[in-house]
């Protein structure tokens, strides 16, 4: 795991440094190497997280006649297989790293090595004899790559703030994304909170040649399901590929760990990592034992035989986290699992430079509780819609009564009916609070695409493909990458396989959800192996004490404090935010999201373009510029 950036160089002075600082920017992603290659047209800078060919991994790195340079982040996880075919086609390396296979790779294969790779990637690789630019991201988005565009200056990064220190970076709040980040709490589409600042989708790469930008899809998400197995098959099927995945995934030449929530999917993994290592695991909760799941992840590690490590966090320790959360994350996420895994983060650091982790399963296998909603609304959607408009309209003048928001919203097709769209403020709630109402955007113009792409599946699995393009990538995949690599550790997520993710695309509905049970299949595959307790346990997500807490007078004064500084009167109706801060303390009506949206943006506003001054990270001696030509 490691981090890179980079630029076209555009007469630009003071290369060398630019390049160095862009990199110093982002060491917390690499803090046991640096390097850097520049020649007249290009500057690479490389900071390293020393993990497979300890010795001899370093990077940028080179092809045999160096006319292309690359730099990486991420694992292929079946590149002893690519090596060993690129060896029989001639290639020579000159390491045993996974990077040099992507090289090689792309001079036998160019783009359609993407569709070879096995894992978690982001690279670009420079041809100086060409002076093009090719780059690409895993299908799934699991290593993050930003690019600025503007005009002829053309820069990369692993990290947004890697373009600071660019004297040509033009840094500038782009306001219209707010009206999303309110629906949804990230942006999903290409587009970031900063000006001419874009995410490289999953599944994409990009080719730069000539002043020229373009990017390319090599990979959707298509399902093809397949009835012909059965319940058993199936579950014998994701047993193997997931057993090969976990092991693949735990190729290293340094000491690997786990996060353990206790849950299904992590306990899963773990259970599979220890029938070969004596692996550390690592758990967090909260001192309010009510929301905390340490008991059940302490309990399975020792049903297990393996060690566990824990963590509570207060609410002190929370609330303090949080502006350094929201420095590291770029863009403002409001997701509050993010804090715990900041922390879950920090002690495995002390032990361990690598963590499997148990992110995806719920996208592939249907394991999400609102999945079920699917299964009753599409028996309920075969009444009449007349009927259906009646009851609602009906529901409407009702008390909050069980079943009004069923009946309501049940007139409603999927695309504007599924809550990830409108995950935090609906339309006319922005409406309320936006100070600039023409900013207001409905949120399904970044949606109606994936659901017209998928308009001929069922509603649940129209409900999973929305969220591979949206939930797992703009928000579960975020957090994970950068909380981790806030403290130099690198998490792997085997659920996140290409193998896996071809039986998820055949799976029957019926094998994924149902009415009352999610993650069928693979529930059935982790009951031949885990303790049935631990198997069936429902999804928790991460509880968190975070809406009892606002009522507290101490945060509540915390958080008035923020809504009525000049950050929020510039982009808010601040009377509208205590509003919604004061309900929720006198119990009126549950806002903790709402507000805890806000107060996010806030604290990340004031880190990026209110203080100036950035948190810089520690200076380290530059150990090789490489430079080529001019």
């Not at 290369?15 to 047209?41: C, V, W």
């Not at 694992?75 to 001639?90: C, V």
């Not at 959707?220 to 014998?236: Q, R």
């Not at 094998?511 to 059935?524: D, M």
Request: aromatic share 14%; charged share 25%.
């Amino acid at each position: 795991m490691c981090g890179f950036v980079g630029y076209l160089i555009n007469e630009q002075n003071n290369n060398k440094t630019i390049i160095k600082n862009m990199a110093d920017q982002i060491i917390h992603r690499g803090p046991d190497d640096e390097a850097y290659f520049l020649d007249s047209k290009i500057a690479l800078g490389f900071r390293r997280l020393s993990i497979i060919d300890v010795d001899h991994g370093k990077q940028p790195l080179f092809n045999e006649d160096e006319t292309k340079v690359l730099v990486f982040n991420g694992e292929i996880y079946n590149y002893k297989e690519l090596r060993e075919e690129l060896l029989s086609k001639g290639h020579h390396f000159r390491t045993n790293s996974d990077s040099e296979v992507i090289l090689h790779g792309y001079e036998e294969y160019g783009k359609s090595l993407l569709n070879k790779l096995r894992g978690m990637y982001a690279f670009v690789i420079w041809d100086q004899l060409e002076h093009k630019l090719f780059g690409a991201r895993d299908i799934f988005g699991i290593k993050p790559f930003f690019y600025y565009l503007n005009g002829q200056e053309f820069l990369f990064s692993s990290e947004i703030k890697g373009f600071l220190p660019h004297p040509k970076f033009e840094k500038v709040f782009n306001e219209a994304s707010l009206s999303y980040y309110l629906s949804f709490e990230y942006i999903p589409s290409s587009e970031t909170m900063f000006r001419n600042v874009y995410k490289l989708k999953p599944g994409h790469y990009f080719e730069y040649d000539n002043g020229q930008f373009e990017t390319y899809e090599y990979h959707k998400f298509n399902y093809n399901i397949d009835n012909s197995k059965d319940l058993d098959d199936y579950v014998k099927l994701i047993t193997n590929t997931f057993q090969e995945s976990v092991k693949i995934h735990e190729i290293s030449d340094v000491e690997i760990g786990g996060f353990l929530s206790g849950g299904i999917d992590s306990s899963f993994v773990l259970h599979e990592v220890a029938k070969r290592n004596k692996i550390k695991t690592f758990s967090v909760g909260y001192e309010e034992e009510q929301f905390s799941e340490l008991q059940d992840s302490t309990n399975f590690a020792k049903q297990i035989g393996i060690k566990n490590i824990t963590e509570k966090v207060s609410a002190d320790d929370f609330f303090a986290a949080v502006p350094k959360v929201q420095y590291h994350m770029d863009e403002p996420m409001s997701n509050p699992s993010a804090i715990p895994l900041y922390f879950l983060a920090d002690k495995a650091s002390n032990y361990v430079k690598v963590v499997l982790s148990g992110e995806g399963a719920d996208e592939l296998f249907g394991g999400y509780n609102q999945y079920t909603e699917a299964l009753i609304y599409e028996k309920y959607q075969k009444l009449p819609y007349s009927f259906r408009k009646l009851l609602g309209t009906i529901a409407e003048k009702l008390p909050q009564i069980k079943g009004r928001r069923f009946l309501m919203r049940g007139v409603l097709p999927l695309k504007e009916r599924f809550f990830r769209i409108d995950y935090v403020f609906n339309y006319d709630e922005r409406q309320q609070i936006l100070k600039n109402k023409s900013l207001n955007k409905q949120a399904s113009l970044l949606t109606n695409s994936w659901f017209e792409e998928s308009n001929h599946l069922d509603q649940l699995t129209q409900m999973q493909y929305l969220d591979f393009h949206t939930w797992l990538s703009n928000n579960i995949l975020v957090k994970a990458d950068r909380m981790s690599m806030a403290h130099s550790i690198e998490l792997r997520v085997p659920f996140l396989d290409t193998k896996l993710l071809d039986i998820a695309l055949h799976l029957p509905s019926k094998y994924r959800v149902a009415k009352k049970r999610t993650k069928v299949s693979l529930r059935q595959a982790a009951m031949r192996e885990l303790p049935e307790r631990t198997a069936n346990k429902k999804k928790l997500g991460f509880p968190s004490p975070l809406a009892s807490w606002i009522k507290q007078e101490k945060y509540y004064e915390m958080i008035k404090v923020k809504f009525n500084s000049d950050i929020s009167s510039r982009f808010f109706e601040t009377k509208e935010l205590m509003k919604l801060l004061d309900e929720h303390r006198y119990g009126t009506k549950a806002n903790m999201r709402k507000i805890w949206s806000i107060y996010c943006f806030i604290l990340w506003y004031e880190q990026f373009f209110q203080n100036e001054e950035i948190v810089q990270p520690q200076r380290v001696m530059v150990t090789g510029i490489l430079q080529k030509g001019g």
